[in-house]
């Protein structure tokens, strides 16, 4: 083991102490040890083991670490400290920026132990209500984040949209006039990509060919009809050259997945495309309704679209307000007033307006006279803005016990209650079963927020029984959010149809923090639209009348 390696393991070790609150001392001991010891010119390896301890800043217990380093390869107290820190700690020390004792602080009082929930954190302007954190502070960890995460393999549809579209006009310029089309996985809309593929409408060797002679394409490997390449972004490209007759026909079978092109194939009784001009073409011969690229992911959709039954998919332009947002009062952006003026600048009819509660001290959630100073706000405002609304509401933590945050002579302040589980995430099935069963059955819930608590690419959600949560809230008129943000998508879009069959209502909610945040309205369609939600199952497609309507038929069915 060469100086450098041991340098490097007691630099860690010194790091790893400081995050875990261990004497600084001792800690600054193994850091100082470390520096004497990159600067050494001589190998450790060929020093006599009683002349270590003679080292310039190497003492007994620094120099008992080095000896095992240097007999065994191996290091007991540093193996000790990996153990008990979550891997995602260890990715934040690689953060410019980020020093062990601010990571310790994310860590300890945001419980964020991945650098997926720290970006989600510095989005939510969280970071910014701790000590030592300010705005710099904040942009700097989610500019330097970013980056970090840009060299990874997988990525959000959200990181990648804008790249598909710039990279269709691309590839549309250097082989005109053949036809490009994004197809695959994003023409799928699904929320996690792992590489963008492309169709173009010209033989596979020409295809091949013209990407030799174009910069900032790097050629990874090519098959019989497709070529694997990097272009800058750092996400894998598939282009897939076929001829232009058959077009129309790689696009469908490059879109579809397997499990619905079996079906398809099934139910026309042929093994694979033909040479139909458009994809209208295939479905018509097919003698079935047109199926969304969206839907292509399973075999009942080919049955559903044989018998007339695809549901008219919501559209962004079907949502009437914006649900589940956060203002200056607890972590957000903006002020109220400004979110509220933003919303019906865009032509939203109304803002329901859901800071934390009080539980949640690390985003400023609301105290009882807190929440009285906002309702007085609120019912000023609604007197300037008509007949624009915003309607009070609160995101309540669901406690440990599955309690709301507040009694019920506070929760029966508010027009809708968004119930949201934001602590102690790790739970084995049956305790967050029992807590989210127990929430859903308080009269006074009206949304169960992200109901599995994930952030995708970061942070698996507490394990639930989605259909028994489904039927739960169906029995009890509680609505399932599918939380728009990009990195949340929960409920997750395969469990959409599930949740309708049984009579739930589902609502699109941006979870915004800041008003650019109204935006993420587009992604969550998109998911939805996978699901099959149609507006009419939506509750922020309802207009501000409805939505009135909604909320004053439920409370008289609870006696509330």
Known sequence: MDNYIISDNLSLLAKLMDIHGDNPFKAKSFANAAFQIEKLTVPLQDTPRDGIFRIKGIGESTGKCVIEMLETGQFGLLEEYLGKTPAGILDMMRIKGIGPKKIATIWKELAIETLGELLYACNENRLTLLKGFGQKTQESIRQAIEFFLSNRERFLYAEVEKFAGELTTLLSRLFAPAKVAVTGAFRRQQPIIDELEFVIGMAIDQVAEKFKSVEGFERLDNTDDAVLLHYKEHIKIKVYGVEADHFATKLFTTTGT???????????????????????????????????????????????????????????????????????????????????????????????????????????????????????????????????????????????????????????????????????????????????????????????????????????????????????????????????????????????????????????????????????????????????????????????????????????????
């Open 258 to 560: 397997e499990t619905f092109l079996d079906a398809f194939f099934a139910h026309t009784g042929r093994s694979s495309g033909g040479e139909e001009t458009t994809e209208e073409d295939i479905f018509a011969n097919a003698g079935i309704a047109f199926i969304p690229p969206a839907l292509r992911e399973t075999a009942a959709i080919v049955q559903s679209a044989a018998n007339g039954a695809l549901p008219a998919l919501i559209q962004a332009t079907d949502i009437k307000g914006i649900i589940h947002s956060h203002s200056q009062w607890s972590d957000g952006v903006a002020s109220l007033e400004d979110m509220a003026k933003a919303a019906r600048d865009q032509g939203f009819e109304y803002l329901v307006i859901s800071d934390h509660s009080r539980s949640a001290f690390y985003a400023n959630g609301l105290h009882v006279e807190r929440i009285v100073a906002q309702h007085q706000q609120i019912e000023e405002l609604n007197k300037q803005l008509a007949p624009f609304r915003i309607f009070k509401s609160i995101e309540a933590d669901i406690l440990n016990d599955g309690s709301l945050d507040y009694p019920d002579e506070v929760l029966k302040t508010f027009d809708l209650v968004i119930a949201s589980v934001h602590t102690n995430l790790k739970m084995p099935e049956d305790k967050a079963m029992a807590r989210l069963l127990k929430a859903i059955s308080n009269p006074y819930t009206t949304i169960l927020g992200h109901m599995t608590g994930r952030l995708l690419l970061s942070r698996n959600g507490y394990p639930v029984d989605h259909k028994i949560i489904a039927e739960a809230c169906a029995a009890n008129d509680v609505v399932i959010e599918l939380n728009a943000h990009p990195r949340r998508l929960d409920i997750d879009w395969e469990w959409i149809p599930y949740a309708l069959e049984k009579g739930a209502m589902i609502s699109i909610d941006p979870d915004a923090h800041a008003i650019e945040g109204y935006k993420d309205i587009h992604y969550g369609t998109l998911a939805a639209q996978k699901g099959g939600l149609t507006k009419e199952r939506n509750l922020s497609s309802f207009s501000r009348a409805e939505l009135e309507a909604f909320l004053e038929t439920r409370k008289l069915k609870k006696g509330l």
